[in-house]
């Protein structure tokens, strides 16, 4: 017996290559070379007797039957993610593999004990995890999800609040002793200050501050800049380079073992909050929906 949907890697490969944006992107992201992907879509189009993605040198779009193949073959491998959640967990225990990217301060202070409590629920899940400032395109890089902090622009992305992440000023004893404790934020002009570069812009990340129950930011004439690793800033005050803006949850620890002291506590009170995020066009795994309910349960 022949049989009837044998041509069903062509379409995953079809519906790759349209999310992906070209054929070499589709290719890195399925594990395989140009040349097969372009062969999976020769035999699809070949097989519906109709052309499916107009190429051209600069770009890849689809035809008009190719935007109708899409949307129905998108619909059916939802209603296969669908059957297989509704019985996953039933026998052995919840299966798959996460991928999951978030930033260095929130992978090494905030997600380990996540993970663990995860690992501890789901012990047959895969998490590949990566941990860095860029932020990933979670479609382009084959991302399930992805951890970000700050105002999330209009993106597109489905996006649940993970915490409001309280931040501070510190320095280190040894600055202090020698600089002096500043006693204003006005009065930072004359310190110095360890600064972040933001990679999406280039800029200084600016300090955020309350005062009177008004926010305000402060950018700083910064003595170090730092750039790609954030948490770069903190290694480099705790040493008495200058003063620096973190997460409470970077300094409490530092600030307890006397590394570190706060610097004008009164002007505290500003957050930053975490999310997690998503591509609402693709149906998430029951790992990756799992996971998600662990993040969101807080620490």
Not at 70 to 96: K, P, V
Request: hydrophobic share 40%; charged share 20%; proline share 4%.
């Amino acid at each position: 017996m022949a049989r009837r949907f044998d041509h069903v890697g062509d379409v995953e490969v079809f519906v790759a290559v349209v999310e992906h944006g070209s054929l070499t992107a589709a290719a890195v992201a399925l594990s395989t070379t140009p040349s097969v992907v372009s062969r999976a879509i020769a035999r699809l189009e070949a097989r519906l007797g109709t052309q499916l993605l107009r190429r051209t040198t600069r770009r890849l779009g689809l035809t008009d039957a190719g935007h109708q193949y899409l949307e129905q073959a998108r619909q059916a491998f939802a209603l296969i993610d669908n059957a297989e959640r509704a019985i996953q967990g039933q026998e052995g225990g919840l299966r798959g593999r996460v991928r999951l990217s978030t930033s260095t301060t929130y992978g090494h202070y905030r997600l380990p004990p996540l993970l663990q409590r995860f690992a501890q629920l789901y012990p047959q899940v895969q998490i590949d995890l990566h941990i860095g400032n860029r932020n990933v395109d979670l479609v382009a890089d084959g991302f399930d999800l992805a951890i970000r902090f700050g105002d999330l622009p209009d993106s597109g992305m489905v996006a649940r609040k993970l915490e409001d992440a309280s931040i501070c000023l510190v320095a280190s004893p040894d600055y202090i002793a020698q600089a002096g404790m500043p006693q204003d934020v006005e009065v930072l002009q004359h310190h110095l200050c360890v600064s972040y570069v933001m990679p999406h812009n280039g800029r200084i990340m600016p300090w955020s501050f309350r005062r009177q129950g008004k926010h305000f930011d402060w950018t700083p004439n910064s003595y170090i800049n730092v750039s790609d690793d954030v948490l770069g800033v903190v290694s480099l005050a705790e040493q008495g380079l200058g003063i620096c803006q973190t997460y409470d949850f970077v300094a409490h620890e530092r600030i307890a073992r006397g590394c570190l002291v706060e610097i004008l506590p009164q002007y505290r009170g500003r957050t930053r909050p975490f999310s997690v995020i998503y591509a609402p066009h693709r149906s998430l795994s029951a790992a990756a929906r799992a996971l998600i309910d662990v993040l969101t349960a807080g620490i």
